[in-house]
C-alpha cells in the first residue's frame, strides 16, 4: 500500500518531485502511473518522461552510428579513479558517443556515499551527452537516489534508471533492471536486491521498441563457459539465470553488465560461449567494461586492471565494441582462497576479492 501511495504522490507532480517522493525505492514500477508528460531541454538533447518512461532526442540529427560510452564499478572519485574517468570521456567525445551509461557500483568503501555519488554523477552531467546510471549491489538505495536527485537538480541530463525503466533514445532503447539477485553480495543493509518478479517485467517493458533494446543491469545473466561474463575466480558461471531466461524470451540481444570484475573487458553472444572481438559486428552482443577504478584488480585472462570502459555501438540492428584501458595491466599475485565458513554457512563465492599487482606492463587481449 504504501508503494501504491508513492507512486500515486509522484504521478500527479514532477519527475523531479517522483525521484523525492521514491528515495526508498531502488526497483521502480514499470507501470508508474504517469500524469501529462514532461519535456525539457539539456546536454543538447529533448527529454520527455512520462511516469517510468522517457524519450531522449537529440536536437541536431545523428550522424553515423548510435555510440554508448559505458562505465561500472565507479566505487569512488578521488584523484586516480578521477583521472582513469577523464581518460575515458576525452575517449568518449572522440568516439562521439551519444550517451554515458553507469552501470552500478558507483560508490563503495568511502566515508560519505550520498557525498560520493552526488559529486561523481554531477561531474558526469557535465560532460555534455545524456547520463544513464542505475544502481548495484554496492550502494545503498536511499543515498544512491538522493545523490542522483542531487546531481540531475544540477544536471538535468543525469536520469536515474532505477526509477525511468525504459528509455527511447536516437537508435537504442534502454531497459533497466536495477540492483542485484544475490542476498549474499548486497553490501548495504538498505541496498538493491531485486526479485524473480521484477526480472518478469523486463519483457514487457521492452515490448514495442522500434530500436534495438540494450538491458541495462549490475550483474549479468546466467551464461556458459569460460569466456563468458559472469565467470567468478573459481571458475563458476555465478550470473542470474532468470534474467537469462527474461532476455531469450523478450528477444533482449544487446546488454550492459559488470559486477563480475574478473570477467570485464570481454563481450559474448547472450548464452556466452561465442567471444565477440572488437570491432566486429554481431546480432547478439552482451559487455562487461570492467572496473573504472584505479585500484588494481585480477582480471580472468591473467592480467590486473587499473581502470577499465568500452563503447557499445548500434547500427543496423547489430552491435560492436570497442575496450578502453585507463592505465597499464600488471600481472597479478596469487589470489588468496576465501576463510572457510563457519558450520552452518555457505562459502560465499570470492568474486570481489581485491589483490595487488607487480607493476609488469602487458596488453590486455580481449
Known amino acids: 500500500m504504501l508503494t501504491l501511495a508513492i ?53 541536431a540529427a545523428r550522424k553515423g552510428p548510435a555510440r554508448i560510452g559505458v562505465l561500472a564499478a565507479i566505487k569512488d572519485f578521488g584523484p586516480e579513479t578521477q583521472n582513469n574517468l577523464e581518460t575515458f570521456i576525452a575517449a568518449f567525445k572522440k568516439a562521439g558517443v551519444n550517451a554515458i551509461v553507469v552501470d552500478g557500483d558507483s560508490a563503495y568503501g568511502v566515508d560519505d556515499q550520498d557525498s560520493t555519488i552526488a559529486t561523481l554523477f554531477t561531474w558526469l552531467g ?19 537516489n538522493r545523490g542522483v536527485l542531487a546531481a540531475f537538480r544540477k544536471n538535468k541530463s543525469v ?11 536516437d537508435g537504442f532503447t534502454l531497459v533497466s533492471m536495477p540492483g542485484y539477485y544475490d542476498r549474499r553480495f548486497i553490501a548495504e543493509t538498505s541496498g538493491c536486491l531485486y526479485k524473480a518478479d521484477d526480472v518478469a517485467e523486463i519483457g514487457k517493458l521492452a515490448r514495442g521498441a522500434k530500436s534495438p533494446v540494450v538491458l541495462i543491469s549490475h550483474g549479468p545473466p546466467r551464461q556458459s563457459g569460460k569466456a563468458a561474463l559472469d565467470v567468478s575466480t573459481e571458475g563458476k558461471n555465478v550470473g542470474d539465470p532468470d534474467m537469462a531466461a527474461a532476455m531469450k524470451t523478450a528477444k533482449i540481444e544487446f546488454g550492459i553488465f559488470g559486477h563480475i570484475l574478473e570477467s570485464g573487458g570481454r563481450a559474448t553472444d547472450l548464452d556466452g560461449t561465442h567471444p ?3 570491432g566486429t559486428f554481431v546480432s547478439s552482443l552482451v559487455v562487461n567494461p570492467g572496473p573504472a577504478f584505479s585500484d588494481p584488480w585480477s582480471l580472468n585472462g591473467g592480467h590486473i586492471s ?25 600481472t597479478p599475485k596469487p589470489i588468496k582462497p576465501p576463510a572457510p565458513a563457519k558450520d552452518g554457512e555457505e562459502t560465499p563465492i570470492p568474486h570481489t576479492d581485491r589483490v595487488e599487482g607487480n607493476g609488469a606492463e602487458v596488453q590486455v587481449k580481449p
Open 7 to 59: 507512486a500515486l504522490i509522484a504521478a500527479a507532480g514532477s519527475y523531479e518531485q517522483y525521484q523525492q517522493d521514491s528515495e526508498t525505492v531502488c526497483v521502480g514500477n514499470p507501470d508508474q502511473p504517469a500524469g501529462a508528460p514532461e519535456t525539457w531541454s539539456a546536454a543538447g538533447h529533448t527529454f520527455t518522461v512520462t511516469g517510468s518512461h522517457a524519450e531522449v532526442k537529440a536536437d
Open 126 to 144: 557535465e560532460q555534455g551527452v545524456p547520463v544513464y546510471v542505475v544502481i548495484g549491489n554496492s550502494e545503498s538505495g536511499s543515498a544512491f
Open 159 to 169: 536520469i536515474n534508471l532505477d526509477l525511468v525503466r525504459r528509455v527511447d533514445a
Open 276 to 278: 565477440v572481438k572488437p
Open 306 to 330: 587499473h581502470g577499465m570502459a568500452a563503447i557499445l555501438t548500434i547500427q543496423g540492428g547489430k552491435g560492436e565494441w570497442q575496450p578502453l584501458v585507463a592505465a597499464p595491466i600488471g
